[in-house]
């Protein structure tokens, strides 16, 4: 199981990194092309509460949590 | 001036919602917001929760932003005890000692008893460090009234490359108390109950143990540390991937779950329970989660889609996809359909049932939440606007559990039931926003 962790910490580290040293430079937009991105529909931010009320729904139905935001404590949901 | 102050308030809300979500920067509201939701949550014949939301933000002190969210959870109903249907009546004593709920031959036993109110309160603070890092730094307690929980979080974001890769790391501590009503059982211990051809009367037709006497409280501790990175890919694209890791140790059973110990084959009555044991679990937990998302504006319409892959080292996995798409109808009304697919692997340590007379396991638990199973989630939520910086939301939910029958080899009469409590649950939300 450790080599595993090991396995995908490394994963996407060695991903973020390469993404970052190549392609993320040259990606995305100029501060003038950000009309699109800058509408509230297209922030994730913008339906933050839905979101973490899905999440508390489904921390206390299934097994998982965790991915989107922090995968913790706080309930004891039956 | 104003253009400046705008500018400079702007990365500290992206910082929290960054904190809050594990996620790369974004912008919000330039001033603040005020953020209401209602949540009307009903489990056919089981669990019915209303759950109410007040969400703050504002500029204080400059450049740096206060968030505040208060929470209410009210609910009542029945949950599974992990106990296997059975073909006469099973009584079970209830967690405080008072009184007894029963099940009908056939039927999956429903711990009635089940009341509770919850309340928590999340406050953080986010402050920009120059032009491309925020910091921010949150604090969370909540209180039900056999569980309290207190926790610190910060995190800290970076932008790069024009501001189009943002990176992000995020921690947090949390430290629950779980106060069981009639106290802990002892993990692998017997529960008083029986199983018996007539129904027992019950002693208390309406008690409830909410308010009963908790035992001594046993602790939990929780760390999460949540790596992001999020990246405009064009005009119209951004994607997100994180990585979260949570190490939970201390008192992880559930107090109120059981697992039937039943005859098996060659005995008198085989698949019928001899008995009830508590459930055990490993006292340490280490969950991990890659979860990749994209969004795309699509014609005037924005896609959402994304991808979580969890693991942990009770040896559960767990896949879910889930897709938003919001149709624009013209005038700031929106249409948004929503759809979730989730499959889990069950846990080394989950049993349907034990069987008397073979040698115990270390850890056992028939909690249903740790067995293998599919769930569907399928919504529809209708956007209204409400002046020019608010808008409405109403939207209605079904999710739906679906588990297998039972073992291959079911033992006796539990071959002609089916073990797993399957769940339906119907959802309607009220939200409203306001940008300050």
């Given at each position: 199981m450790r080599?595993?962790?090991?396995?995908?910490?490394?994963?996407?580290?060695?991903?973020?990194?390469?993404?970052?040293?190549?392609?993320?430079?040259?990606?995305?937009?100029?501060?003038?092309?950000?009309?699109?991105?800058?509408?509230p529909e297209m922030q994730s931010s913008n339906e933050a509460l839905d979101r973490s009320l899905d999440d508390h729904i489904y921390f206390s139905k299934e097994a998982s949590s965790g991915g989107r935001s922090f995968g913790g404590g706080g309930c004891g949901c039956n | 001036m104003q253009l400046t102050k705008k500018s400079s308030i702007r990365p500290a809300v992206a910082a929290m919602t960054a904190a809050l979500l594990g996620a790369g920067t974004v912008p919000a509201a330039d001033r603040g917001k005020l953020?209401?939701?209602?949540?009307?949550?009903?489990?056919?014949?089981?669990?019915?929760?209303?759950?109410?939301?007040?969400?703050?933000?504002?500029?204080?002190?400059?450049?740096?932003?206060?968030?505040?969210?208060?929470?209410?959870?009210?609910?009542?109903?029945?949950?599974?005890?992990g106990a296997t249907p059975a073909g006469r009546f099973q009584t079970f004593t209830r967690p405080s000692g008072n009184g007894s709920y029963s099940a009908k031959p056939g039927a999956i036993p429903l711990d009635d008893t089940f009341r509770d109110t919850r309340f928590s309160i999340d406050a953080g603070l986010a402050q920009p460090l120059g032009r491309l890092t925020q910091l921010s730094v949150g604090a969370h307690f909540?209180?039900?009234?056999?569980?309290?929980?207190?926790?610190?979080?910060?995190?800290?974001?970076?932008?790069?490359?024009?501001?189009?890769?943002?990176?992000?790391?995020?921690?947090?501590?949390?430290?629950?108390?779980?106060?069981?009503?009639?106290?802990?059982?002892?993990?692998?211990?017997?529960?008083?109950?029986?199983?018996?051809?007539?129904?027992?009367?019950?002693?208390?037709?309406?008690?409830?143990?909410?308010?009963?006497?908790?035992?001594?409280?046993?602790?939990?501790?929780?760390?999460?540390?949540?790596?992001?990175?999020?990246?405009?890919?064009?005009?119209?694209?951004?994607?997100?991937?994180?990585?979260?890791?949570?190490?939970?140790?201390?008192?992880?059973?559930?107090?109120?779950?059981?697992?039937?110990?039943?005859?098996g084959n060659g005995a008198t009555d085989p698949g019928e329970p001899v008995g009830y044991l508590y459930e055990s679990r490993p006292s340490v937990r280490n969950k991990h989660a890659l979860f990749a998302g994209l969004r795309r504006y699509l014609w005037g319409n924005t896609v959402d889609l994304s991808y979580r892959f969890f693991w942990d080292d009770w040896g559960m996995t767990s896949h879910t996809a889930e897709l938003f798409y919001r149709q624009q109808l013209g005038g700031g009304h929106f249409l948004q359909p929503h759809f979730r697919i989730y499959n889990q692997t069950s846990a080394d340590f989950y049993y349907w049932y034990l069987v008397d007379g073979q040698t115990l396991p270390q850890y056992a638990s028939a909690d249903y939440r740790l067995a293998d199973f599919n769930a569907y989630t399928i919504g529809l939520q209708y956007g209204i606007p409400f002046g020019e910086l608010g808008h409405l939301t109403l939207g209605g939910e079904y999710y739906m559990q679906l588990g297998k029958r039972g073992p291959p080899n079911a033992i006796g009469v539990l071959r002609d039931f089916d073990l797993f409590p399957d769940m339906k649950v119907f959802m309607i939300r009220l939200g409203f926003s306001y940008d300050l």
């Open positions: 080599s595993r962790l090991r396995f995908a910490i490394l994963g996407l580290c060695s991903a973020v990194l390469m993404l970052s040293a190549s392609g993320c430079a040259t990606m995305g937009v100029e501060a003038w092309e950000r009309d699109i991105l800058a509408k | 953020e209401t939701s209602l949540l009307l949550y009903s489990e056919v014949d089981r669990v019915r929760a209303l759950e109410g939301i007040v969400g703050f933000e504002r500029a204080i002190w400059g450049d740096r932003l206060l968030n505040v969210r208060l929470t209410y959870d009210g609910l009542t109903g029945a949950s599974p005890n909540s209180s039900e009234h056999d569980y309290s929980s207190i926790g610190l979080n910060a995190g800290v974001t970076r932008d790069l490359f024009r501001k189009n890769t943002t990176l992000g790391v995020s921690a947090a501590y949390t430290h629950d108390v779980v106060s069981p009503v009639g106290g802990a059982p002892i993990p692998m211990s017997a529960h008083v109950g029986h199983a018996d051809d007539e129904e027992e009367p019950h002693e208390h037709e309406d008690d409830d143990d909410e308010g009963e006497g908790t035992g001594p409280g046993k602790g939990k501790d929780v760390f999460d540390v949540v790596l992001s990175m999020s990246q405009v890919l064009d005009r119209m694209t951004i994607v997100r991937l994180n990585y979260s890791f949570s190490h939970s140790s201390g008192y992880l059973n559930d107090p109120y779950k059981l697992l039937s110990v039943i005859q």
